[in-house]
Structure formats: structure tokens, C-alpha cells
């Protein structure tokens, strides 16, 4: 996994009794790893509480009550299955700021739907804001050979929704993945452009199952829970991917999301190419995260 997870690992092999130390040298850990400092205490507080109570007598038992406090949090977020319903068509759309990888995992979605559940997706550049992010969205629809549904650039990101839609209705697909612009949103445009998209599913897409998929870099640490704050009072999304976990990612965000926000995350992508996704394993992560697995 990450070198972030190796320095927990390491932090468990060394030492053997469970001291005060120990505990506060933890919670200075989960700080670095993007745990938010009052996440980090709440955690060790809950870890040490645990350990009395199940008398744990050194470092490894502490630690194995860790990783399954640790996946508590996680799962406590809910589901974490994609929320697609089989034989119903579905629109996702896709979600988040600037540059943290909507284009590349809207390409990796219709990938992945069309290879392993046999969904006809259809790609929809509701990122009209830049001419490039069209031209993008195309290039990935021309190398999988999926559909794309586009309008020029300046034009309205409902209407290509709206002709997404009519694409799927008339047999071109039965799931629509829409990417959208990722300027740094205020809220209150972001939830215009959402309204507005919303009355498009509602009048025109009967039926559809519909999803918001919020993106995060990996690597922004604890701004990644920040744009999440900002994207979940805004419009509550159903779940998050989160992208670039293959960089220099810490990790620790995950819980923040699940345990402050209840937010789950559905997907984690680890490199550029098209098969680099896959569903989020709360358990595995939580031994991965503090180096059990
Ligand atoms: N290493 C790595 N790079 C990624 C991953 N996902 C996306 N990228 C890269 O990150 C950069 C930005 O990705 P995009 O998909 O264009 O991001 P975006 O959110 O659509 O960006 P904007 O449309 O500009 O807001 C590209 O160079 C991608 O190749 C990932 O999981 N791992
Ligand atoms: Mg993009």
C-alpha cells in the first residue's frame, strides 16, 4: 500500500506495551494521516476505552481493535454497493472540483459498467464550460468505443442531459454517466446547475435511477473532506470515488468522510488507465490503512 500505512506498521512493530505514550503518539499519527485532530482524539480516546474493556495486554491486540473500529467507521456510512438497481436504466452524475480526475473516472465507469454488468453506458459532456473537456470525454468514448453525447462548448449542461436521455430512450443505453465542469463551485451554483439538471431527470427520465457520485483527489488530504463538506450540504451526494490513491495519499480522509459526514465511499482508482478502479472494501481498507493485511 502507501508509505503512509508502512509508518503505522512500523509504529505497531516497535513497540510492545500499551502505555499513555503510546495512545498519544498514535493520535499524532493519525493526524498526519489525514485524520482531522479532533477525528484523530475522538478514535484513540474510543481505542483506549476498548482495550480496558477487552483488557487488551499489548500493542498487536490494541492494534486488531483498532482496524475493526476502524472498519465500524466505514461501514457505518451505509451501503457500499454502486446503488445501481439491475434492469433499471440509470444516470450518474459525476461531481466535484477542479482536476481531481471526473473526466478520467466517468471513461473507467462506462468501462467497467459495460464490461462486468453488461450495461450499455452512455457518456454525456455535461462539461461544456471548456472546449478541451469535450475533445476529452471524446477521445475516451472513441478508445472504448462508447456513445458520447455532446453540445459546443458555453452550452447548457442540462440540455446535453436532456439529449443523453433521449439517446437512452431511444435504445442508445440504459446507463447515462455525466461529466460535469469542476470550477470551484459556490454552493448556491452549484445547486442552480443541480435544480436545473434534476428537473430534466424528473420530467424526462422517469424511472431512471439516479445517482451523484462525488470525486476527490486522494492526494489533497484534508481538503478533499472540506470539498466534500461544501459538496454534501450542497447536494448531498450518494456516494464518493475517490481518485489518485495511487499517489502519495495518507488515507486517513476515508474515515473522516464515513464517520463525520456518513458519506461511503464506493470506488477507489489507483492510476490513469482504464482498469485502475475498484469497489471500496471497508473491511481490507481498514487492515490495509494500519498494515494488518
Ligand atoms: N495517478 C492517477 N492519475 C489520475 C487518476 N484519475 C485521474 N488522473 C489524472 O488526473 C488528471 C486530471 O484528471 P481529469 O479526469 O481530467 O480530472 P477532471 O476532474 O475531469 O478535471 P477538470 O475537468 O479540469 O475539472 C489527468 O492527468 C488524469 O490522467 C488516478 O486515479 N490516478
Ligand atoms: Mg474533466
Redesign the pocket.
Known amino acids: 500500500m502507501n508509505s503512509f500505512s508502512d509508518k503505522l506498521k512500523n509504529f505497531f512493530g516497535k513497540k510492545k506495551n500499551l502505555s499513555e505514550e503510546v495512545f498519544d503518539d498514535l493520535t499524532d499519527l493519525l493526524v498526519e494521516g489525514d485524520f482531522g485532530a479532533e477525528g484523530a482524539y475522538i478514535l484513540t480516546e474510543k481505542l483506549k476505552e476498548v482495550c480496558k474493556r477487552e483488557k487488551a495486554g499489548d500493542v498487536e491486540e490494541a492494534r486488531i481493535i483498532l482496524s475493526r473500529l476502524l472498519s465500524e467507521i466505514l461501514r457505518k456510512a451505509g451501503t457500499v454497493n454502486s446503488g445501481l438497481e439491475s434492469g433499471k436504466p440509470a444516470l450518474i452524475l459525476l461531481l466535484?472540483v477542479?482536476?481531481?480526475?471526473?473526466?478520467?473516472?466517468a471513461a473507467k465507469l462506462a468501462d467497467r459498467y459495460r464490461t462486468l454488468e453488461d450495461r450499455r453506458p452512455i457518456l454525456a459532456a455535461a462539461?461544456t464550460f471548456r472546449a478541451a473537456?469535450i475533445d476529452?470525454l471524446k477521445v475516451h468514448g472513441e478508445r472504448l468505443g462508447v456513445r458520447v453525447v455532446a453540445h459546443q462548448q458555453g452550452g447548457d449542461p442540462a440540455a446535453v442531459i436532456f439529449d443523453a436521455i433521449k439517446a437512452a430512450h431511444a435504445g442508445g443505453g440504459d446507463l447515462i454517466i455525466a461529466?460535469t465542469a469542476?470550477r470551484m463551485h459556490t454552493k448556491s451554483a452549484l445547486v442552480e446547475e443541480l435544480k436545473k439538471i434534476n428537473r430534466v431527470i424528473e420530467s424526462q427520465a422517469k424511472g431512471f435511477t439516479f445517482l451523484k457520485y462525488l470525486?476527490l483527489d486522494a492526494t489533497t488530504g484534508r481538503n478533499a473532506f472540506v470539498q466534500a463538506e461544501i459538496f454534501k450540504e450542497a447536494v448531498s451526494p450518494d456516494g464518493v470515488i475517490l481518485?489518485?490513491?495511487?499517489?502519495s495519499a495518507r488515507g486517513g480522509t476515508i474515515f473522516s468522510l464515513a464517520g463525520d459526514l456518513g458519506i461511503p465511499v464506493l470506488y477507489l482508482?489507483?492510476?490513469?488507465k482504464y482498469a485502475?478502479i475498484s469497489p471500496f472494501d471497508p473491511g481490507r481498507y481498514a487492515e490495509e490503512f494500519i498494515g494488518l493485511a
Open positions: 466535484g477542479n482536476g481531481v480526475g471526473k473526466t478520467t473516472t462539461d473537456a476529452q461529466d469542476g470525486v481518485a489518485k490513491y495511487d499517489s482508482c489507483t492510476g490513469e485502475d
